[in-house]
C-alpha cells in the first residue's frame, strides 16, 4: 500500500524524492521520539530523514540515503479513529513528510491534496 500511495502521489512532490526508500515500522522508537520532541508515540505516524536538495551540493561528502518511514499502528489507530480510507491516509502521511521536508506550508498541502481528490 506505500508503495502505491507513493506512486499516486503528485509528480512535483515524487520527483524530489527518486531514490528514497520507504520503510513500514510498528512504532517510533525512543530515539526518534525524544530526537523529535514528541511524547506521546501514537501521534507521529511519519517521518522524512534526509538533506533537502536547496541544502545538497555537488561537494557534498556521501551521505546515508534519504528514508522515509511510516509508523503502522499510529497510523493504523488514526484511521479507525477518523475512519478515513486507509489508502488516502497512508498517501496524506507520505505528502505530509515530503512536502514539510521541502517546505511546502499546511495550505499548500491541503491544496495539493484537495487537488488529488478531484
Known amino acids: 500500500m506505500a508503495e502505491d ?3 499516486a502521489i503528485p509528480a512535483q512532490l ?9 520503510a513500514v515500522e510498528e512504532m517510533p522508537d525512543e530515539e526518534t521520539l525524544s530526537e523529535m ?9 511519519g ?10 551540493s555537488v561537494t ?21 479513529e ?9 498517501r496524506s502521511v507520505l505528502i505530509h513528510e515530503v512536502a514539510h521536508h521541502f517546505g511546502f506550508s499546511d495550505a499548500e498541502i491541503a491544496a495539493i ?6
Open 47 to 56: 517521518l522524512y530523514r534526509g538533506v533537502p536538495l536547496i541544502h545538497r
Open 113 to 118: 491534496e484537495q487537488e488529488m481528490d478531484r
Open 60 to 80: 557534498d561528502i556521501a551521505r546515508h540515503p534519504d528514508m522515509i518511514f511510516l509508523y503502522r499502528e499510529p497510523i493504523l489507530l488514526e484511521w479507525i
Open 5 to 7: 500511495a507513493l506512486a
Open 14 to 22: 515524487r520527483k524530489h524524492i527518486s531514490g528514497t526508500s520507504i
Open 37 to 45: 520532541g514528541v511524547e506521546n508515540p501514537w501521534e507521529l505516524t
Open 82 to 90: 477518523t475512519r478515513v480510507d486507509l489508502f488516502r491516509l497512508v
